[in-house]
């Protein structure tokens, strides 16, 4: 039998424990959070600086690629009208766009048959767009295997706090269950914080593409009305 006053001196030592684990508990920081995640974090880390690079690159080609000279084609109109495809030729090739370079293959094809111009705008537009488009299937593979990572790092955390679980002899402690759950946890979260930017990076990059091609397409059109009636505009 215990005396009362043991009693209380046990559960007031009991309640001190629980609150100095719980104060260690909140006081881990970003580092600590990290590490606690296990060696799944480092590639989860690499994938997150491989995404914003290929975001800002492929970012800052787009743009270029969209601010183009608006009076471009009314340039390339007017030297195709006077007879001076050299002039208009030399102002494609000063015009680091892919529309420039589309157009300037239409110039090199003038006196074919229309159709051999127009497959040739054709091709180089294709190439532009494709490479427009470069790098981008492997953002949008790390917005989707990021999270099955961080997945994967939840599950091997269950599995090692089951683990620990299971081989506790005197029942089951927080303390020994937190390493396995952390894991679980922190691979989660990372895995989303990468994977969600580069989604939704990897859309915004595909419209931004989707909007050079209609501008390539509409050039494209212009170019070959300057070709089909060149007379009635001089």
């Given amino acids: 039998m215990r005396f009362p006053l043991l009693q209380i001196q046990d559960n007031a030592e009991l309640i001190e424990q629980v609150t100095a684990n719980a104060q260690e508990t909140t006081s881990l920081g970003l580092a600590d959070l990290i590490l606690a ?5 480092i590639p989860l880390a690499l994938l997150g600086a491989v995404s914003i690079f290929i975001f800002v690159e492929r970012f800052l080609a787009i743009r270029k690629a969209i601010n183009y ?27 680091d ?8 293959k ?3 094809r003038i006196g074919r048959p229309l159709n051999d111009i127009h497959s040739s705008i ?4 294709n190439l532009e767009v494709s490479k427009l488009k470069s790098s981008l299937p492997f953002l949008a593979t790390i917005a989707g295997g990021a999270p099955m990572i961080g997945f994967l790092g939840t599950v091997i955390g269950l599995v090692q706090a089951f683990m620990d679980m299971a ?28 994977g969600i930017p580069a989604y939704f990076g990897y859309n915004y990059l595909v419209a931004r593409v989707e909007k050079v091609v209609f501008q390539m397409e509409a050039n494209s059109m212009a170019f070959m009305d300057i070709l089909n009636q060149p007379v009635e505009k001089r």
């Fill in 37 to 41: 995640g296990g060696w799944l974090m």
């Fill in 69 to 95: 000279d608006r009076h471009f084609m009314d340039r390339i109109k007017e030297n195709i009208y006077d007879g001076k495809v050299n002039a208009a030729m030399q102002l494609c090739r000063n015009t």
């Fill in 97 to 104: 766009t892919p529309i420039a370079r589309m157009i300037e």
């Fill in 106 to 108: 239409g110039i090199e």
């Fill in 122 to 125: 054709e091709n180089v537009a």
């Fill in 167 to 194: 081989a506790t002899t005197g029942g089951v402690d927080i303390a020994v269950l937190s390493s396995g759950m952390y894991t679980a946890m922190v691979t989660t979260v990372a895995g989303l914080i990468v």
